[in-house]
């Protein structure tokens, strides 16, 4: 394990970027709450490089001649999508769990404020702003998401990853 993630896991967690071949990796790390951003499919590998290390993050990448690049890499040796957190989290050791409450966006990392449902009005459909429960806000794209949003597939597989995840540590 690269020296670093042990400081780095008190608090909010390591800062995160996945590089163009991990966008679902990204994705997911997000519903576990992960500062994670992604670098996109144009971005060159030394931007990509550069950009990590402007912004603080651990770069995550399927690339092995990236990963051997700088200091704050992980070559991440999974191809299927479950098996990449299973990966990752494991060798982060967060603590997990199958809940989306402590969610970024995402579509766009933002962070996630909870909102009124006077606040969010305009923004959901309206049988949604009468039976949902709560509402929460992304403050980078504004988009608004409720329980729900996601459905229940999502979170089932959140916990089959934790699952695995607590077995293997
Ligand atoms: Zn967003």
Known sequence: MAPGFKEERQGPGPRLLCDAMLGS?????????????????????AEVGARAEAEGRWLLTADRELAGRGPRTMLVRSVELEDQLVEVL????????????????????????????????????SYVLKTAERFTRCERC????????????ILARMQRVVDRVNVER
């Open 25 to 45: 990796l990204c994705r997911w790390l997000r519903f576990f709450g992960l500062d994670c951003e992604y670098a996109g499919v144009e971005a060159a590998d």
């Open 90 to 125: 494991g060798r982060l050791r967060l603590e997990v769990r199958a809940d989306l409450n402590g969610s970024r966006c995402s579509e766009c990392n933002g962070s996630l404020v909870e909102q009124d449902r006077d606040q969010v009005g305009d923004d959901v459909p």
């Open 142 to 153: 504004q988009r608004v998401f409720w329980p729900g949003t996601h459905g229940k597939k």
